[in-house]
């Protein structure tokens, strides 16, 4: 069975750090390309950055290049997402998601396997 577990949220304040895991079971992670999704209350869920199995590839929303970096260590399963300098905007659900295509994927439809989310929450 696979499973998703994401962990590494919280309340933080504006301009602060925090760094998400999200370790997987079930299947090899270095055949998978990982993606971080994000849900603000009462709002769709957006695509946040994902890493390509393959090359590394990564890809970023435009709302956190240069401050988010997503990462990934194969050797235990798990892919990292950086937050820096954080903002009230960056508040919500975050997902991580896998897919077994080799191209980092903004589509949420992409993606077969979801964890259940981590909380994070900025205050201004």
């Known amino acids: 069975q696979v499973q998703l577990v994401e962990s590494g949220g919280g309340l933080v304040q504006a301009g602060a750090s925090l760094r998400l895991s999200c370790a997987a079971s079930?299947?090899?992670?270095?055949?998978?390309?990982v993606g971080w999704f994000r849900q603000a209350p009462g709002k769709e869920r957006d695509f946040v950055a994902a890493?390509?199995?393959?090359?590394?590839?990564?890809d970023y929303a435009d709302s956190v290049k240069g401050r988010f970096t997503i990462s990934r260590d194969n050797a235990k399963n798990t892919v990292y997402l950086q937050m820096n300098s954080l903002k009230p905007d960056d508040t919500g659900a975050y997902y991580c998601?896998?897919?077994?295509?080799?191209?980092?994927?903004?589509?949420?439809?992409?993606?077969?396997?979801w964890g259940q989310g981590t909380q994070v929450t900025v205050s201004s």
């Open positions: 079930g299947i090899t992670f270095s055949e998978y390309t």
């Open positions: 890493i390509s199995w393959s090359r590394g590839t990564t």
């Open positions: 998601a896998a897919r077994s295509g080799s191209r980092a994927s903004t589509r949420i439809a992409d993606y077969n396997y």
